[in-house]
């Protein structure tokens, strides 16, 4: 167990950045350093981490940082990576930081190329669900009934589910996380960390702007989001499957709380029916079931 008062001090998002108020992307960058200090090369490729530090000659990043092309992160942290391997480099670490839609869509071609080379870094994908940058447009991993500016009777099709798909390259390590739970998060960086190959994780990134909730909320979203069972907290370590508290306290439905709590503090949700309230709940109530199974048997 890490314990808060045992984190560094420092800071490596300095203030000033352009984060949106309640940004959770931003959150979860923060506690990417509290877990790794700044000994990390960021590689980020269009999104809105690529305009959190601000416009040039001026940065709030205090790590080296790669604005990279929006589909590049596998192979643009590849050839960091090598360039270290090379220069005979060790203790740093490389991360690669993409949005959802770097990720589920644009990037997933250079990010299966890096897992499938065994890449020694980590890639985190900070999942907002939706082109957030550009204006709140539909990616792969806006979840079904979401309103986005592409979207606007609701998106139609359902999320693609990411860690699993990593999992199926037989990366070493794939995880999920949420700024809202910052101990487990850190954990599972610095686990990562001492992990050679390729780790992917995915993190769940409340977005005030684009789902239309007070800045405020950021934290409680993400805790519905885990206590509801929308999101759930896991690890698939060599292809053993884990749930991590306080997700592994859930799989029995009635723990769950209902997905309209979540639903329904956010305007992105706001037309919904009650018949997709229901659906909702149905296609939670089923991924349940898949990870009860995944706890008995190896992805
Ligand atoms: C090839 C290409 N197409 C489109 C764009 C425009 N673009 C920049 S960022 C972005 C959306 C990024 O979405 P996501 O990866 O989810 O990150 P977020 O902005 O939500 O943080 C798009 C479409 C681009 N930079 N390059
Ligand atoms: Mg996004």
């Known amino acids: ?11 490596y998002l300095l203030k000033g950045n352009t984060a949106c108020a309640g940004c959770g992307a931003a959150i979860s960058l923060r506690l990417l350093f509290k877990a790794l200090g700044n000994k990390v090369i960021l590689v980020v490729p269009a999104c809105c981490t690529s305009v959190i530090p601000g416009p040039f000659p001026y940065t709030s990043f205090a790590v080296p ?45 250079s990010l299966s190329g890096a897992a499938e080379r065994g890449t020694d870094f980590i890639y985190i994908c900070y ?3 939706a082109y957030g940058n550009t204006g709140v447009q539909r990616s792969g991993a806006t979840p079904y009934g979401a ?23 037989r990366i070493p390590y794939v995880a999920t996380a949420c700024p809202s739970y910052p101990m487990d998060f850190i954990r599972k960086i610095r686990k990562a960390k001492e992990i050679k190959g390729t780790k992917f994780i995915h993190v769940l990134s409340p977005c005030p702007t684009g789902w239309r909730y007070d800045s405020s909320k ?27 508290p306080p997700s592994s306290g859930l799989i029995d439905k009635s723990k769950r709380k209902p997905v309209q709590e979540y639903l329904k503090l956010q305007g992105r949700f706001r037309k919904l029916s009650e018949a997709d309230v229901e659906k909702i709940q149905k296609m939670v109530d089923e991924d349940w079931e898949q990870y009860r199974e995944l706890t008995q048997t190896s992805v």
């Open 147 to 169: 309103w986005t500016t592409t979207t606007p009777t609701g998106k139609k099709e359902r999320k693609k589910n990411i860690a699993l798909i990593m999992a199926a390259h």
């Open 218 to 244: 950021t934290v409680e979203i993400g805790r519905l989001a885990v206590q509801t069972g929308i999101w759930v907290l896991f690890e698939i370590e060599n292809g053993k499957f884990k749930l991590n």
């Open 127 to 129: 999942d907002n669900e």
């Open 1 to 11: 167990m890490i314990a808060i008062k045992e984190l560094p001090k420092e800071e």
């Open 65 to 109: 940082v790669q604005n990279i092309l929006f589909e590049a992160t596998g192979a643009t942290a590849s050839g960091v990576v090598a360039a270290l391997k090379q220069r005979g480099i060790k203790d740093v670490t490389v991360v690669g930081w993409a949005g959802d839609g770097g990720t589920f869509d644009i990037g997933i071609q």
